[in-house]
T-cell receptor, first 117, second 115 residues
Framework: AQKVTQAQTEISVVEKEDVTLDCVYE???????LFWYKQPPSGELVFLIR??????QNEISGRYSWNFQKSTSSFNFTITASQVVDSAVYFC??????????????FGKGTTLSVSS | GAGVSQSPSNKVTEKGKDVELRCDPI?????LYWYRQRLGQGLEFLIY????????KSGLPSDRFSAERTGESVSTLTIQRTQQEDSAVYLC?????????????FGPGTRLLVL
């Protein structure tokens, strides 16, 4: 079965702190895709990153970085020097062909990040 | 516009009434998805379209829910005889190519409140 676990329900940090959001996935497929989305208070999900299972290189985009480790089935997301505008719910998602008929991505339950000034 | 749009933004209705929610996907995107998000919860998959056919309706919670899509364009989600538990944000997303490989881009959602 396919599953995405975001064990951290809520995280609170003070501005400028670094914070890591955990994502652990389960799938038997060797080909799959992982995604992170941000949902700010306005409600619209914003795409952050897409990574396929054959690319284990870590990625950095400004203050954001992602650590993909197949050995531990994890795709963790780190925000460096957090800012108040980073306050949002962050969702990790898994896309795999095992979902027949192309069923939509499997989402984790989300991690609510609160950054205070 | 360049993104996914949804209308109405907000809808308040009385229990028992029918509602229709609309989604305009990104131009050229063949795949379209509907999700439901209850307050403080994650995303619940409802239905997926490839073109105007729906190969996966497994997430529709009851026969009160239905959806259709015109070609590779607009989709409508209809909820008949609404119940209070239908209150949620209904999110639409679209993508190109093979659904599970491609990035889904989301609209702003329709906030439905059933009184």
């Amino acid at each position: 079965a396919q599953k995405v676990t975001q064990a951290q329900t809520e995280i609170s940090v003070v501005e400028k702190e670094d914070v890591t959001l955990d994502c652990v996935y389960e799938t038997r497929d060797t080909t799959y895709y992982l995604f992170w989305y941000k949902q700010p208070p306005s409600g619209e999900l914003v795409f952050l990153i897409r990574r396929n299972s054959f690319d284990e290189q870590n990625e950095i985009s400004g203050r954001y970085s992602w650590n993909f480790q197949k050995s531990t089935s994890s795709f963790n997301f780190t925000i460096t020097a957090s800012q108040v505008v980073d306050s949002a719910v962050y969702f990790c998602a898994l896309g795999t062909a095992a979902n027949q008929a192309g069923t939509a991505l499997i989402f984790g339950k989300g991690t609510t990040l609160s950054v205070s000034s | 516009g360049a993104g996914v749009s949804q209308s109405p933004s907000n809808k308040v209705t009385e229990k028992g009434k029918d509602v229709e929610l609309r989604c305009d996907p990104i131009s050229g995107h063949t795949a379209l998805y509907w999700y439901r998000q209850r307050l403080g919860q994650g995303l619940e998959f409802l239905i997926y379209f490839q073109g105007n056919s729906a190969p996966d309706k497994s997430g529709l919670p009851s026969d009160r829910f239905s959806a259709e899509r015109t070609g590779e364009s607009v989709s409508t989600l209809t909820i008949q005889r609404t119940q209070q538990e239908d209150s949620a944000v209904y999110l639409c997303a679209s993508s190109s190519g093979t659904p599970w490989r491609e990035t889904q881009y989301f609209g702003p959602g329709t906030r439905l409140l059933v009184l």
